[in-house]
């Protein structure tokens, strides 16, 4: 045994043969590849139904990954990686952007919807984290709940939202980068004659991107450390300007209140949920949380609180400050100040701004390599990206996956485009773990009878369609009538389950409260919030669904396949390891 062990030992970290990229059966030949196409139908039927276990996310899976990430966060490091990962670009940037185009100063409003709905999702986040801690976050808990292949389009969201977002914040990173230095905010950028929202490239953001990915690379400690200071000086500067704003206010600069109606508002709502987020991010860092059950409560919970009470209060000292139709759309706060004549404070937010998209890169870095480094546990991405660096104890592959694929599109694309793909990208992925949670509360594999199953079903096509409905009478406009229609029917829906059905399981340490009402609720919300974005939005998100499905069919279906049914041989090296005493970190 001591001599497999040492052979395991010497295995460099840095290795690309095939076999780390495609060691699953269907992979190895072409011969063996097309017989695999040929059993697509009844292997996706296998994988349409197969759900997972709780031992298997959390023992099982984390075995491919060779070394175990290290233990070293408690919840004072999640509160300030909540603080890193959530406030960056969406304040910054998007609340001048909807206020002046969709909201007005009913932009403050729109942070109270978008905020009302991200703590509902912050609640199910919650209580899936403390009772399945593992790095893969909601595509582990999908994966538990509704099975593998609505497992995979979560997780091509979550890879959407993790490429999008980091992309995304690295283009503001520029705009507010030139305000510092008092230039135009596309001077540092290179103009070119592409289509319009991928004609300026930004090679500032490629670069800020590559500088964040190698700090989270060299340690999770280290990265912690780092975020809690810039963390800091980024809320004295949040002090500032909630302070200064309020100090300059005109209350003339909030009328008319919401000059766009009410559709403007909740319009702004959808793009403004890109603010808060990130949370998510605090979920994945389980594997590395010294006590899940204590410290993911708080510091997801009390981070996304204080969140949105500062989200509110600075959007109302933006508008008050400045009339909603005069606001800079790229540097909405420094621009500001500078024209109520506190020119020098512009360089103080701008500064503020720069680290809090520092730390939102930072922190993203850290809980988007960690959902990559589960996917690709499950083989739905090759397993290469699962490894875990034996030194730095970080997935560095998955880190380099997500830097890459986000520099590619920092560089051509605009922060519109972005923010409308990534919002529905995010809202999709939150209303799945409602339902997730639903799920959970009210079936248990092989002890909840068939008809209370039937029953579960039909309740929740109940929830989801009448919650489209609601959204589509919104965006149609058509009046008080198909209210009168979805509404009841969600309610019925959610008092359905609530009566008819018993729960099957209770939370062991902390649970969502009010279920199954708040998590429906959620999932109200979130599709009400998609529903008010504009169609091209879909468009986009349409497109890059029909790109991962044909993905799944060609490559994810099949390496999962052969995972969940040959799974002794696959982990049986890692498991020499352990016996050598090399597995456990």
């Not at 840095?14 to 063996?32: A, G, I, V, Y």
């Not at 697509?40 to 984390?62: C, G, V």
């Not at 280290?222 to 309020?246: M, P, Q």
């Not at 989801?464 to 019925?492: D, E, M, R």
Request: charged share 15%; proline share 4%.
């Amino acid at each position: 045994m001591k001599s497999t062990n040492d052979e395991q030992q010497i295995q460099s970290y840095w290795r690309w043969s095939k076999k780390d990229f495609f060691p699953e059966e269907s992979f190895q030949s072409w011969t063996t590849y097309r017989s695999a196409l040929s059993q697509t139908y009844p292997r996706f039927k296998n994988r349409l139904l197969t759900r997972s276990q709780d031992s298997d996310e959390i023992n099982t899976l984390r075995k491919q990954s060779e070394n175990d990430m290290k233990r070293c966060l408690n919840w004072w490091d999640l509160m300030w990686f909540g603080f890193g990962a959530v406030i960056g670009a969406g304040i910054f940037v998007l609340t001048g952007q909807e206020a002046n185009e969709n909201a007005g100063p009913a932009i403050v409003l729109s942070y109270v919807a978008s905020g009302f709905s991200a703590m509902l999702s912050v609640f199910c986040y919650t209580e899936f984290a403390i009772e399945i801690p593992v790095a893969g976050g909601s595509f582990a808990y999908l994966r538990v709940e509704l099975g593998d292949f609505a497992a995979f389009i979560t997780a091509g969201n979550i890879l959407l939202e993790c490429i999008l977002g980091g992309a995304a914040v690295a283009r503001s990173w520029t705009s507010y980068f030139t305000s510092l230095i008092n230039r135009e905010s596309d001077s540092l950028r290179i103009h070119t004659n592409l289509a319009e929202g991928y004609n300026l490239l930004d090679p500032i953001a490629v670069v800020v991107l590559a500088i964040a990915a190698t700090i989270a690379m060299s340690s999770t400690q280290k990265t912690s450390l780092l975020n809690w200071i810039a963390s800091a000086i980024n809320t004295v500067v949040i002090v500032f300007v909630i302070i200064a704003g309020f100090l300059h206010a005109d209350s003339s600069n909030m009328k008319p209140f919401a000059p766009y109606g009410v559709e403007g508002v909740f319009r702004a709502a959808a793009i403004v949920y890109f603010a808060y987020g990130g949370f998510d991010a605090i979920a994945t860092m389980a594997e590395e949380t010294k006590n899940p059950s204590r410290d993911i409560p708080l510091g997801l919970l009390g981070s996304m609180s204080i969140i949105t009470v500062i989200y509110c209060l600075m959007a109302l000292s933006l508008t008050m400050m400045q009339k909603y139709n005069e606001i800079d759309t790229g540097a909405a706060y420094s621009v500001a100040f500078e024209r109520v004549g506190m020119k020098w404070a512009k360089y103080l937010v701008a500064l503020g701004a720069l680290k809090g998209m520092t730390t939102v890169l930072l922190v993203g870095a850290l809980g988007q390599a960690r959902y990559i480094t589960h996917i690709a546990r499950a083989h739905m991405i090759p397993p290469w990206f699962a490894l875990v660096h034996p030194k730095t104890k970080t997935p560095v592959n998955a880190t380099l996956l997500v830097t890459i694929s986000s520099a590619c599109i920092a560089f051509f694309s605009s922060l519109d485009v972005l923010a409308s793909l990534l919002s529905v990208s995010t809202l999709f992925v939150f209303m799945m773990m409602a339902v997730a949670l639903i799920v959970r509360r009210y079936y248990a594999q092989g002890v909840t009878p068939q008809p209370n199953l039937l029953k579960l079903i039909c309740f929740l096509a109940i929830i989801i369609a009448s919650s489209i409905g609601t959204s589509a009478c919104w965006g149609l406009k058509s009046g008080w009538v198909g209210y009168a229609v979805t509404v009841p029917l969600w309610f019925l829906g959610t008092l359905g389950i609530s009566v008819v059905l018993p729960q099957q399981r209770t939370p062991k340490v902390w649970g969502v409260p009010l279920v199954p009402w708040l998590p429906s609720l959620s999932i109200a919300t979130n599709l009400f919030l998609m529903g008010s974005l504009e169609y091209m939005a879909f468009i986009r998100f349409g497109i890059c669904t029909v790109i991962m499905l044909i993905y799944y069919v060609l490559f994810g279906l099949h390496a999962t396949y052969d995972m969940a049914h040959q799974q002794p041989e696959v982990i049986k090296p890692i498991n020499v390891i352990e016996e050598g005493g090399e597995g456990e970190a």
